[in-house]
């Protein structure tokens, strides 16, 4: 099992930017790539980025290419989402999750606010 916290949340002027991160703990050595998702108010939660825990292959949803950029350092166990020229469209309630190499995503933190207002 593994657990994770995400940081790093808050306000945020439109066209700032703002540094998400995921702390890991447990049975990280499980782990096969890491996923930030979010949700915004009355929407579902969708997929924003994800990394296989060496740090191959970043992927990204089209509204955030070029914006945002997820990374790994697993030596210690933490996963980033550098978030750039923000947009108000990326309020939401962010979450990281990780997978094994077969199965789907899962270990859901508790998530961290980031709001995009002037």
């Known amino acids: 099992q593994v657990q994770l916290v995400e940081s790093g949340g808050g306000l945020v002027q439109p066209g700032g930017s703002l540094r998400l991160s995921c702390a890991a703990s447990?049975?990280?050595?499980?782990?096969?790539?890491v996923a930030w998702f979010r949700q915004a108010p009355g929407k579902q939660r969708e997929f924003v980025a994800d990394?296989?825990?060496?740090?191959?292959?970043?992927d990204y949803v089209d509204s955030v290419k070029g914006r945002f950029a997820i990374s790994v350092d697993n030596a210690k166990n933490m996963v980033y989402l550098q978030m750039n020229n923000t947009k108000p469209e990326d309020t939401a309630v962010y979450y990281c999750?990780?997978?094994?190499?077969?199965?789907?995503?899962?270990?859901w933190g508790q998530g961290t606010q980031v709001t995009v207002s002037s």
């Open positions: 447990g049975n990280t050595r499980s782990v096969f790539a």
């Open positions: 990394i296989r825990w060496s740090g191959a292959r970043p």
């Open positions: 999750a990780v997978r094994r190499q077969i199965g789907a995503y899962g270990s």
